[in-house]
């Protein structure tokens, strides 16, 4: 980064900063990875020079040869990756995703059910302050209040009762397994189409390591960034029936020039998706969080719905921590270099910015090499600082200690 630390000194210093944060924090947000070298050289490269808008052979610009033959080696490995008909690269993310695909089958007014955010689903699953909540008209199901799993015969009686145009199913804070298969017979069943937004699980899909909605559902949204360990970015596969619909709901519906160096970056994950390796880190993912719930549980702390099935964990701190909010305990572990978001829990009584919950993801530490025994010790750590009556007594112990395991397991990175 010569030419950057020359051309803009404040820029460089905060990227330094960023890097050594990333070095000698444990990264426990569960959306958050560490893309390849690879992945990131293809993001920095010359291709976002190139203006594209439209698609393989059906670009308005000129010179677009080369980037076509970038997008369609994207698109070949998504499909190949989770056997779908139809594959669009383009969406700059999750959230352009989702709403390219209610763009694409949905008019104002039309109604969706969905999992609400606070329950576990997303923004973009109908939040009266998302566009999805502002244009369509949302119902929500929910969990079950004794387990905490998707509640499916409620669902299947309000898809019934409210006749939706559209299922949506996925979720951003929801530890266990989702029965994609079940959803669309509830959907199909009531004449609704059904969208998967995968984003937090596609990493575990592409190994095989949690059931695919690729062929059951009708449309499936993903980014490319959380477990698939890519760029920032969105992906969208369908049926064939609907690809005309849906390219043309992201662009000229949704967006203008695609980001190619992205795309490329995209390809890279895909195919690095593609290899065995992908799969063996994917198992020691879901490994790492039955460690660290085991760890959490054995500490007498309380997880939504008992444990994870997943690469995720929700703190519920209600019962063992009454008068801690999800922000405090983001702050207490922040203070330690354990990064985590507080995160609402089902039946949440607190706001969005207090929340009574906090989010714990196992991708990124996985990615370093960590272990099972990483995640036992990582556990007790964030037991002793939620629970030590004086926690300040013991940061600095432990915020040593974490920075000694960081140490253990470098980044594949060159310092800056
Ligand atoms: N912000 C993402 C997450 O953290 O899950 C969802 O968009």
Redesign the pocket.
């Known amino acids: 980064m010569d030419n950057l630390r020359l051309a803009d000194p404040e820029i460089f210093a905060a990227i330094r900063r960023e890097r050594r944060r990333q070095e000698e924090h444990l990264e426990l ?4 990875n560490f893309a390849s070298s690879a992945v990131l050289e293809a993001a920095g490269s010359i291709l976002t020079n190139k203006y594209a808008e439209g698609y393989p052979d059906r670009r308005y610009y000129g010179g677009c040869e080369h980037v076509d033959a970038v997008e369609r080696l994207a698109i070949g490995r998504a499909r190949e990756l989770f056997g779908a008909e139809h594959a669009n690269v383009q969406p700059h993310s ?2 352009q995703a989702n709403l390219s695909v209610y763009a694409a089958v949905l008019r104002p007014g039309d109604k969706i059910l969905t999992m609400s955010l606070i329950e576990g689903g ?2 973009t699953h109908g939040h009266g302050k998302n566009l999805s909540g502002m244009l369509y008209s949302v119902v929500h199901y929910g969990t079950d209040p004794e387990t905490r799993r998707i509640d499916y015969a409620a669902m299947a009686q309000l898809a019934e009762r409210e006749r939706p145009r559209l299922v949506t199913v996925g979720a ?2 929801h530890p266990r397994e989702i029965d994609f298969h079940r959803v669309a017979e509830i959907a199909h069943g009531c004449g609704a189409l059904v969208l998967a937004d995968i ?2 699980i596609a990493g575990l899909i592409a190994a095989g390591l949690h059931p695919s909605p690729v062929p059951h559902c009708d449309f499936v949204t993903t ?1 490319t960034h ?1 477990t698939l360990r890519g760029p920032r970015g969105g992906l969208i596969l369908c049926k064939e029936k609907f690809a005309r619909a849906i390219d043309s709901a992201v662009f000229p519906g949704n967006q203008g020039g695609p980001l190619m160096h992205i795309i490329a970056a995209k390809a890279v994950c895909l195919l690095e998706a593609l290899q065995s390796s992908f799969g063996d880190y994917q198992r020691r993912v879901l490994k790492n969080a039955q460690a660290l719930a085991r760890s959490l549980l054995e500490c007498g702390m309380e997880l939504v719905s008992g444990g994870t099935d997943n690469h995720l964990l929700l703190l519920d701190l209600r019962r063992t921590f009454p008068e801690m909010t999800g922000k405090q305990a983001q702050n207490l572990l922040g203070k330690v270099n354990v990064t985590a ?1 507080k995160n609402t829990i089902p039946g949440e009584r607190r706001s969005p910015v207090e929340t009574s919950g906090l ?1 714990i993801g196992t991708p990124a530490v996985t990615t370093r090499g960590m272990g099972e025994m990483e995640m036992e010790q990582i556990g007790r750590w964030i037991n002793k600082v939620l629970s030590t009556p004086q926690p300040e007594a013991t940061l600095e112990e432990v915020q040593a200690a974490v920075v000694a395991m960081c140490r253990r397991f470098p980044l594949p990175y060159p310092m800056l």
């Open positions: 947000i569960a959306s958050e999750g959230t997303h923004l951003s804070a984003a937090h980014t959380k978001n989010r």
